[in-house]
């Protein structure tokens, strides 16, 4: 069966400091990647999604990035965080591009 | 106009009864519609996805389907204390486009 994997859990990042958040996927092949941000009281947004290695596409513009280095591993990284990025990060993946399942998510808070 | 929109809530029901969730959604070309739970702190999980007109079944959780009222519910029979979380509708506009798109979710509450 397949299973998601994120870390780190919790993180307390000054405003200014870089980001990174890992997430590996097991038991699947070229699933498609995703990483949604949910704000306090808001709904999940699609920050970047991916469907292959190195294939990265971007639906909102601002100071984070993301990689996929490997089939089944998807990075989201900033090089300067800011107050605004603080949220619940989330990894999920599908395998058509339909059904979507999480990770156990991120929680981010920059002070 | 949001693509896909929730009442907030909080809903609150009393434990056995039914708990009528609904969900709207503004593109007519949408293929593909889900419901996940999410408590609170965690990541949500899938429940129930449904395709086609009509009624999907699966234990005490029942989706509907209305396309041409662009419209989608979900029905908690039996509610108890456990279903009370935040659920969310997501619709995929576009069949294999790779992307889903989330309401805001609905709160429920579970009175015992």
């Known amino acids: 069966s397949q299973t998601i994997h994120q870390w780190p859990a919790t993180l307390v990042q000054p405003v200014g400091s870089p980001l990174s958040l890992e997430c590996t996927v097991e038991?699947?092949?070229?699933?498609?990647l995703y990483w949604y941000r949910q704000a306090a009281g808001r709904g999940l947004q699609l920050l970047f999604y991916s469907v292959g290695i190195g294939q990265i596409s971007s639906e909102v513009p601002q100071n984070l990035s993301a990689s996929r280095p490997q089939d089944r591993q998807f990075i989201l990284s900033s090089k300067k965080l800011l107050l605004s990025d603080s949220g619940f990060y989330l990894c999920?993946?599908?395998?058509?591009?339909?059904?979507?399942?999480f990770g156990e998510g991120s929680w981010l808070t920059v002070v | 106009q949001k693509e896909v929109e929730q009442n907030s809530g909080p809903l609150s029901v009393p434990e056995g009864a039914i708990a009528s969730l609904n969900c709207t959604y503004s593109d007519r070309g949408s293929q593909s519609f889900f419901w996940y739970r999410q408590y609170s702190g965690k990541s949500p999980e899938l429940i129930m996805s449904i395709y086609s007109n009509g009624d999907k079944e699966d234990g005490r959780f029942t989706a509907q389907l209305n396309k041409a009222s662009q419209y989608v519910s979900l029905l908690i029979r039996d509610s108890q204390p456990s279903d009370s979380a935040t659920y969310l509708c997501?619709?995929?506009?576009?069949?294999?486009?790779?992307?889903?798109?989330f309401g805001t979710g609905t709160r429920l509450t579970i009175i015992p």
């Open positions: 038991g699947t092949s070229n699933p498609n």
């Open positions: 997501a619709v995929n506009s576009n069949f294999g486009n790779e992307k889903l798109t």
């Open positions: 999920a993946w599908s395998e058509s591009g339909n059904t979507i399942y």
